[in-house]
């Protein structure tokens, strides 16, 4: 069993920065692929980066790349999400998600039916 924690969400300018980050416990806690995935109000939960067990392999959603880095340190057991130069558009709440599959180039890793266990979220607004 995973428990997954997020924070770091708040209120930014567009244009302004922010680093979510996600605290897991729980036996081999590290040993997980690890996503960020978002909710904005009224809209289905999509997929926002995905990182392997080691953090050699990363993946983005196009809308964030360039923009968003995920991170890990498995020392701590905790996930990041750098996210710089906020738009309007990636208002949401953001959750960060554990999946005992390997990672791969395969879609299956920006799937959410792909990952078992999931924090609370965390709301990210972004004023215009």
């Known amino acids: 069993q995973v428990q997954l924690a997020e924070s770091g969400g708040g209120l930014v300018q567009a244009g302004g920065s922010l680093r979510l980050s996600c605290a897991a416990s729980?036996?081999?806690?590290?040993?997980?692929?690890k996503a960020w995935f978002r909710q904005a109000a009224g809209k289905e939960r999509e997929f926002v980066a995905v990182?392997?067990?080691?953090?050699?392999?990363?993946n983005y959603a196009d809308s964030v790349k360039g923009r968003f880095t995920i991170s890990r340190d498995n020392a701590k057991n905790t996930l990041y999400l750098q996210m710089n130069n906020l738009k309007p558009e990636d208002m949401a709440v953001y959750y960060c998600?554990?999946?005992?599959?390997?990672?791969?180039?395969?879609?299956?890793?920006?799937?959410?039916?792909?990952?078992?266990?999931w924090g609370q979220g965390t709301q990210v607004t972004v004023s215009s």
């Open positions: 998600a554990a999946s005992g599959l390997t990672y791969s180039s395969a879609s299956y890793v920006s799937n959410p039916t792909s990952y078992s266990y």
């Open positions: 729980g036996r081999t806690a590290s040993g997980y692929m």
């Open positions: 990182i392997s067990r080691s953090g050699a392999s990363t």
